[in-house]
């Protein structure tokens, strides 16, 4: 694996998948994870925003706590990677300017409120005229139609209406009754789930407009995608949708399973997949501290006993004890080696120190010249032979690429 | 904001559309839910995908608990189950496998538009019929501990011996490189490995609540998807293959917001913030009690003018005039006071009427919905056919998720993909793989069945 691993380490310098795409993007936070997904598969992405700058920036926490356009971390996480001009849309010379730009795109991301762009003229039918090949995306909190068309969302509301909220929370007092309320899931999810679902779909037209193959389909044309953070929201849920439709069944609000570690960090555990034949060995890490006698209840070694909530109850218990003396990492690996699966539930911030991400080269840092520092973001969502993930610049400054944009559109012109 | 039709978007296209991915082979070796929904997603753009199965090593999610039981509740609806398949192997064998392995509702839900063949791997036979698929196939897929492809001599320069340009990505729980490369991951562990469960519910002394179902296997399917499509781009472009080596815990990088940059700039720990809105000024901005058992409102206030109609909502109820509530900065310092009150109000309320009310008048609000809710009531979601009926050789019609759920215009994304049927029943496709896309004549096929191959 040693060989293929250099290998990598050989291509980081080559472009990405996307090399050849241009993206110009418009909108608020909801149009910055997806930029940056394509940015990084080597797209050049233009960000367009209002001379007073995007309304990501004013989102933090801020670059030494202190507020300022081009110092918020939100709009530095997700911006990256990307080049950004100032244009304001309500004056006709700019929105001239737009056109010329989308003209030299093959994607346009538009995350203005429903119905903005085609009311300055510069929505889908306007684009279709001066580019017929543009894959336009929009994205929208609930989509361009629909009864909800017109509400107001947010993180939290969308979290809220697509039901990951209703599956996040601390186990019930008693049957059906909860002291605390559900919870939203820190850290913007919303705007990456629909941001992943667009990319994928752009990614799929933009195929489909290069590679129509001896299709006679139409393929080698543009399209428009219609984007609903909501949809994308409600499909985020897992199994449970499908639970509910097979067998009726609402999924339980409960507490992960995770036992505490001598350090104070938790445990993340899946005994239900624990084996029969892995319960030996974990009778064996037990032993030392006298503990593997409260596995030894004969109808442990039966298979249908095991997968009992009863059964992972005694377990966890007897694995929260033995777990008390010892770090998570000691725990991770031991159990981890019993064929247990489980994983320290840590801060993202002491993944900087982990074996598995520093052997993976998980993290990049990414010059930022005019403090005169470097910070430390995610390198990459996977590894690839051929063609890197591309990890920065660091995010635009406001209007920092006016000047180079414009210059290359004349000379293009 | 005037409504034009316009504003809908162009007209969507309709079943009777292209497929975008359409002419892409994938051999399909992945599992559960994380690897699984990568070929679910380009099925349902148009790849072929053929999942390749063993009955006496079964993806669990075939027996999970859903099994069988979808059938009584189903029955409960009144409409007919689907004909069944009689012609499948695992059952002409006599092979340990229960019958339900073909009805589990999860496994049909998350597989939709795959072809399903037997083939055992761990036969040195199977592995030579596995790489004539590979002969013929653009991608190929994963989702085994990292070290299983390569004892088989088919890791990434295994496979390229077999076909130059091939695509292979493999979805190991911690990546191919690394000394946690054949540790077991699941959902809930890999959204705990990565940092995120970690952000939610409340600050210390109380636990991290994470999910309670598994973010972590819904989200790595569009990282891979996107990938892929990205390789088959480069490659058509360049004639080269591609080796994409995703763990399961790497996409969860980038979906812990600004944990790493706070730290990294600012030397900040991560805590939990429970509902509130920790970096963008909002108050109230919380989850509350309605009427009814389970039943919650989320709330989200932004500025002095949402304010003011959710007071006006309220009837403007005196407190609402008091001093520490008078700025967006004052209801943010006194939170847990103006959430309590907040809470009385919304208490008496059916959550959904309130929802409607609120947003009537300008509040960003939402109704905490449950699967069910999703299912039945939503009004939103129906109209914008985020279930498609699809038929199952075994269970009949149901209700599918849309995987992907953006509107495109011209080459719909359709779960039904190239099979127009839900998942595969066990061995549902083996005369079509072997026979038409093999070529293989049906004595060979039979020799390999008798000798225990497919």
């Given at each position: 694996m040693a060989g293929t691993n250099a290998k990598w380490q050989a291509a980081r310098a080559t472009p990405g998948f996307f090399d050849d795409m241009r993206v110009v993007e418009v909108g608020g936070e909801s149009v910055d994870f997806c930029g940056m997904l394509l940015a990084g598969e080597g797209a050049d992405v233009i960000k367009v925003e209002p001379p007073e700058g995007s309304p990501s920036r004013r989102i933090g926490p801020f670059y030494e706590d202190r507020p300022d356009k081009d110092r918020s971390l939100f709009f530095w996480t997700y911006n990256r990677g990307k080049r950004g001009v100032t244009l304001d849309l309500d004056a006709a010379r700019d929105r001239q300017r737009y056109l010329d730009l989308v003209r030299t795109a093959d994607v346009i991301i538009d995350a203005q409120p429903a119905g903005r762009m085609n009311a300055l003229g510069l929505g889908y039918d306007a684009v279709k005229q001066v580019n017929t090949g543009a894959v336009y995306c929009s994205i929208t909190p609930f989509g361009l139609y629909g009864p909800w068309r017109d509400f107001k969302g947010s993180d939290l509301i969308h979290q809220a209406l697509g039901g990951s909220a209703y599956c996040i929370g601390y186990s019930q007092q008693s049957p059906g009754q909860w002291e605390t309320p559900p919870f939203m899931a820190q850290s913007w999810h919303s705007y990456a789930i629909a941001a992943e679902h667009a990319a994928v779909a752009i990614a799929a037209a933009f195929y489909w407009r290069h590679h129509p193959g001896n299709r006679t389909d139409g393929g080698g044309r543009g399209q428009f995608i219609d984007v609903s953070i909501h949809d994308a929201c409600a499909q985020s849920t897992e199994g449970t949708v499908p639970r509910y439709i097979y067998t009726g069944r609402n999924q339980v609000r409960n507490a992960p399973q995770q036992i505490r570690c001598s350090d104070g960090r938790f445990i993340a555990l899946v005994i239900t997949m624990l084996r029969i034949a892995n319960l030996a060995k974990l009778r064996e890490l037990l032993a030392p501290a006298g503990l593997d006698k409260e596995l030894e209840d004969p109808r442990f070694d039966t298979a249908d006993y095991v997968k009992t909530p009863e059964a992972t109850q005694r377990i966890a218990a007897t694995l929260g004890r033995w777990a008390a003396t010892k770090t998570a990492e000691e725990a991770f690996h031991a159990l981890q080696r019993c064929n247990v699966v489980c994983a320290p539930n840590r801060p993202p911030e002491e993944l900087l120190d982990d074996a598995q991400c520093r052997e993976r080269n998980n993290f990049v840092d990414i010059e930022h010249p005019e403090l005169g520092r470097h910070f430390t973001y995610a390198r990459h969502p996977s590894l690839r032979s051929e063609a890197s993930w591309r990890t920065g610049p660091r995010a635009p400054l406001l209007g920092e690429h006016d000047e180079e944009v414009w210059r290359q559109l004349q000379s293009n012109a | 904001m005037s409504k034009t039709s316009s504003d809908r978007g162009p007209a969507l296209g309709s079943e009777m559309s292209p497929l975008p991915l359409k002419g892409v082979r994938i051999t399909d070796l992945t599992w559960a839910l994380a690897s699984a929904g990568n070929a679910t997603l380009l099925a349902s753009l148009g790849a072929e995908v053929i999942r390749i199965e063993w009955p006496e090593r079964m993806d669990f999610t075939r027996l999970s608990e859903t099994a069988g039981v979808g059938i009584s509740s189903r029955e409960a609806q009144r409409t007919p189950l689907g004909p069944g398949k009689k012609e499948i192997p695992y059952q002409k064998k006599g092979?340990?496998?229960?019958?339900h392995a073909n009805r589990s509702g999860v496994f049909n839900d998350r597989n939709p538009g795959k072809y399903g063949i037997t083939l055992n791997m761990s036969l040195a036979e199977g592995r030579e019929v596995f790489k004539r698929l590979v002969r013929t196939s653009d991608v190929v897929m994963d989702g085994f501990k990292a070290p299983v492809m390569g004892k088989w001599g088919l890791d990434y320069d295994g496979l390229r011996a077999i076909k130059e340009d091939i695509i292979y990505i493999q979805m190991s729980g911690y990546g191919n490189t690394g000394p946690c490369r054949n540790y077991g991951s699941l959902g809930p562990t890999a959204q705990a490995f990565s940092g995120l469960g970690y952000l939610h519910g409340l600050p210390e002394p109380h636990e991290p609540t994470s999910w309670s179902h598994s973010y972590m296997d819904t989200t790595p399917p569009f990282y891979g998807a996107l990938a892929v499509i990205g390789a088959l781009h480069h490659r058509n472009r360049t004639g080269r293959g591609q080796y994409i080596d995703q763990a399961q815990y790497e996409p969860g990088l980038f979906l812990n917001g600004t944990a790493l940059l706070d730290f990294s700039a600012n030397g900040r720990r991560s805590g939990r913030h429970g509902n509130r809105s920790p970096y963008l000024p909002a108050a109230p901005h919380g989850i509350y009690r309605c009427a009814g058992d389970d039943a919650w409102i989320a709330i989200a206030v932004f500025n002095d003018a949402e304010w003011r109609s959710l007071c006006a909502c309220m009837e403007n109820p005196d407190w609402t005039r008091e001093r520490r509530f008078a700025t967006l900065e004052a209801r943010i310092a006194n939170q847990d006071a103006l959430d309590a009150l907040v809470e009385q109000w919304t208490i008496a309320q059916d959550h959904y009427a309130l929802m409607y009310r609120l947003q009537e008048a300008g509040v960003p609000a939402g109704a905490v919905q449950s699967p069910e809710d999703k299912v039945r009531t939503d009004p939103h979601l129906k109209v914008r056919d985020f279930f498609v009926q699809l038929d199952h050789s075994e269970l009949g019609t149901w209700p599918f998720t849309r995987h992907l759920t953006p509107k495109l215009s011209a080459t719909p994304a359709h779960p039904g993909g190239p099979t127009h049927r839900g998942a595969p029943c066990i061995g549902e496709d083996n005369r079509y793989v072997y026979e038409e896309l093999l070529g293989m004549s049906a004595e060979e096929i039979r020799a390999y069945e008798d000798r225990g191959v497919i």
């Open positions: - | 092979s340990p496998v229960p019958p």
